[in-house]
């Protein structure tokens, strides 16, 4: 057992760190899956429950439901990465990260292709659970992204009809601003910040209130990977060019919107209250994402001081 252990191990960080968000932003995804047969659960989570919620016409699931799910899945992908990758499952999170300095620049690009690529595969997996029979009768063989039996909204985001370019825009940048703004001061040292067991939970309950309150006009997102990774799958998948170039070519809004409303929540954050909090001056506008288990940087220091004394990382338990 011990051999074999040692055998599989992987031993170059950067990928044990892409292998951790690929495995979170997969996990997030199935959980959101579950609409499409009226959200059953989040598998497994989020794209599952939206796959329940629709093809049963809201019988076995509703929006409360998959809101949920994708909370309990975001809990799920944190306990599972926060010690290998600091379970960033958000492009605009680590953005904001290697802004802040507690994540390397070098490391953003393989971040952000791990995140998409692991919402794409988790996306496949409720595809697969999900197509023959619940998607395929609900839709009536015909998988579209407009009308009353459309199921590309099970995976990407969608806009309201009624609403501009401009308003789903401001809606996406809000959103992620505020949830920026929701999770820094949990995540700071220096500001009372949430024991780093109890920070997953909590993430996920402030991820609950804000889906709650914002997916009515795009979908809340909140997150270039959950909506990029799924969308790619559709493309492929049966959908087609459709789900780029409708609503005015709309996808980019998901996209760039969330990236800029991290940045100015992490912003408005350091500005009015992380550089006025006592010994934040001593660590920099990185310690806000410090916090044991959420700085990639913090993880490769606790590796380094397991291996310096060495441990072995096979029996490190959480």
């Known amino acids: 057992m011990e051999r074999g252990k040692r055998s599989l191990r992987i031993r170059n960080l950067l990928l044990r760190q892409c292998l951790s968000e690929f495995l979170g932003s997969f996990v997030v995804i199935v959980s959101k899956s579950n609409f499409a047969f009226a959200c059953a659960n989040l598998a497994?989570?989020?794209?599952?429950?939206?796959?329940?919620?629709?093809?049963?016409?809201?019988?076995?699931?509703?929006?409360?439901?998959?809101?949920?799910?994708?909370?309990?899945g975001i809990?799920?992908?944190?306990?599972?990465?926060?010690?290998?990758?600091?379970?960033?499952?958000?492009?605009a999170l680590s953005l904001s990260s290697c802004v802040l300095g507690s994540l390397s620049w070098s490391k953003l690009l393989p971040y952000c292709f791990s995140q998409i690529l692991g919402a794409y595969m988790g996306s496949a997996l409720v595809f697969l659970m999900y197509y023959e029979e619940a998607i395929m009768e609900y839709s009536g063989g015909v998988l579209a992204v407009y009308g009353p039996n459309e199921?590309?909204?099970?995976?990407?985001?969608?806009?309201?009809?009624?609403?501009?370019v401009s308003s789903t825009f401001l809606d996406q940048v809000v959103a992620t601003g505020i949830l920026m703004l929701s999770y820094l001061p949990l995540a700071d040292p220096h500001n009372s910040p949430a024991s780093r067991d109890l920070l997953p939970l909590l993430v996920g309950v402030m991820f609950m209130g804000i889906s709650s309150s914002v997916s009515s006009n795009s979908?809340?997102?909140?997150?270039?990977?959950?909506?990029?990774?799924?969308?790619?799958?559709t493309l492929f998948a049966g959908w087609g060019p459709e789900v780029f170039t409708c609503y005015n070519y709309w996808f980019w809004v998901p996209i760039a919107a969330p990236m800029l409303g991290a940045l100015l929540g992490s912003g408005i954050y350091a500005v009015f209250i992380q550089w006025h909090l006592p010994g934040s001056e001593r660590d920099g506008p990185g310690s806000a994402l410090a916090l044991t288990g959420h700085s990639s940087k913090a993880a490769e220091r606790r590796e380094t001081n397991v291996v310096q004394h060495g441990e072995d990382l096979s029996q490190i338990r959480l």
Request: aromatic share 10%.
């Open 151 to 164: 199921t590309a909204s099970i995976f990407a985001t969608y806009p309201s009809s009624f609403l501009s």
């Open 75 to 91: 809990v799920v992908a944190m306990y599972l990465g926060r010690d290998i990758s600091g379970a960033h499952l958000n492009p």
């Open 219 to 233: 979908g809340g997102g909140v997150n270039p990977a959950r909506d990029l990774g799924p969308r790619l799958f």
């Open 44 to 72: 497994m989570f989020g794209c599952s429950a939206l796959a329940q919620m629709k093809t049963s016409h809201g019988a076995r699931g509703e929006l409360l439901s998959v809101n949920l799910s994708f909370s309990a």
